[in-house]
């Protein structure tokens, strides 16, 4: 699927270039918030070949990520295991602490809701924990070379 | 849209009639659990006219479900409030302690995605807290003759 044909069927806004998250990424990612309360969930689109950097959502207590995938063609993969295809209808749970990437396949885009798991706040407090999430996210290595496709 | 389009064009799986709530719904509704863990999510899917009762998502703390409209046409309703026409892309929070119904309208399918909002548990507990919320689904009213459309 290329990223014109992404956009133009996309359910849920594709929304704006992804320039607050962007050092984390290879490529060029959209985001579009869709929840900030009760559980926060992101609409996260990625033109073909981006892909986020390694990353661990670190929690006390619950914490970790669903993806939802809506479009598109791409990527899921944790430390030492091998990558994972995705394709519509497919929903990853990603643990906290667990290292992995998720995006693109070099020739799609792809585009996946992104839900956080709280667990241990209430809802009210959501918007703050999500920032707190992405401060969360170490880029340790460039994805190149190092991931099996 | 009819029902056999929704079905056959549905990114996630429609599932099983949805026969474990149908005392909760006017209509045919259909369900496919998407996550258990962490955040547990659900698809659901109605036929043209089905709608749930009028409930209440009780809880202590935390609590609630958020709506993702993914297909067709349909409605959210809180009670004192002008129902809500729903169209993909539409998300709605629904707080916990108020009372609602959402469903589709009269001449068209409908699908969301339902995201419970837990907010005071750990996420292994999830799937027995999914079955808890919905023995706290009370119906109270039919919806017949009650809602604005």
């Known amino acids: 699927m290329d990223w014109n044909e992404l956009k133009e069927t996309s359910i ?10 962007a050092r984390f ?19 996260v689109s990625f033109e073909p070949g981006c892909r ?12 970790g990520q669903i993806l939802l995938v809506t479009a598109g063609r791409g990527y ?13 209808g497919d929903v990853v ?12 396949a070099r020739d ?17 407090s959501g918007a703050s924990r999500w920032t707190r999430q992405s401060i969360n996210c170490y880029p340790e290595l460039l994805l190149q070379g190092l991931v099996t496709m």
Not at 12 to 21: R, T, W
Not at 29 to 43: D, E, F, H, M, R
Not at 109 to 124: D, I, K, M, Y
Request: aromatic residues 12%; charged residues 10%; glycine residues 10%.
């Open 12 to 21: 849920f806004p594709v929304g704006q270039p992804n320039d607050a998250y």
């Open 25 to 43: 990424f290879d490529g060029q990612s959209w985001l579009q918030s869709l929840s900030t309360a009760q559980v926060g969930i992101a609409n």
């Open 52 to 63: 986020n950097h390694w990353h661990i959502h670190h929690a006390k207590q619950g914490g």
């Open 76 to 88: 899921y993969q944790e430390w030492g295991q091998p990558a994972r295809e995705l394709h519509p």
């Open 93 to 104: 749970n990603i643990p906290p602490e667990v290292k992995h990437w998720h995006g693109a």
């Open 108 to 124: 799609s885009a792809f585009q996946h809701l992104a839900s956080r798991c709280p667990g241990w706040r209430p809802p009210t």
